[in-house]
């Protein structure tokens, strides 16, 4: 048994408080959230059940994902028609260049905040 595997490898709960399994290796009956919304279904409020741990060889990182019960969990709500409403304002405002003011029809890069246009425009007026 490698270290990496001991360290990750704790289904009682004593070493890290919860039970914790190597990353592939959780028991059946237990999800994480994204595996939860893939099969239509969220937490619903329970209490976390497991973990699954993660080591990086090279950078010693540690990487959890959360696991909750599969028996336990509760539909996903439906979306109503606010929430979609709510939803493609976000989209709109995340496509609209703060500079220009026009709907770019893609989300703006967060690194330079302004359209394609306006970095063109700014890049030919400092040469």
């Known amino acids: 048994m490698s270290a990496v595997f001991g360290r990750c490898y704790d289904p009682t ?3 890290h408080g919860v039970p914790t399994y190597p990353w592939r290796l959780a028991p ?5 959230r994204r595996q ?7 937490p619903g409020g329970q209490p976390i059940a497991a973990q699954v741990m993660r080591v990086n060889r090279r950078t010693g990182e540690v990487r959890v994902a959360y696991l909750y019960r599969v028996d336990r969990a509760k ?3 439906p979306m109503t028609s606010r929430k979609w409403g709510a939803l493609a304002l976000a989209m709109l405002a ?3 260049c703060p500079r220009c003011r026009l709907d770019v029809g893609y989300c703006i890069p967060r690194s330079r905040g302004i359209c394609g246009v306006c970095i063109a425009t700014e890049e030919q007026a400092t040469t």
């Open 94 to 96: 995340r496509r609209t």
């Open 75 to 77: 539909p996903v709500r």
């Open 13 to 15: 709960g004593a070493l």
């Open 28 to 32: 059946d009956g237990l999800a994480t």
């Open 36 to 42: 939860l919304r893939a099969r239509g279904s969220r």
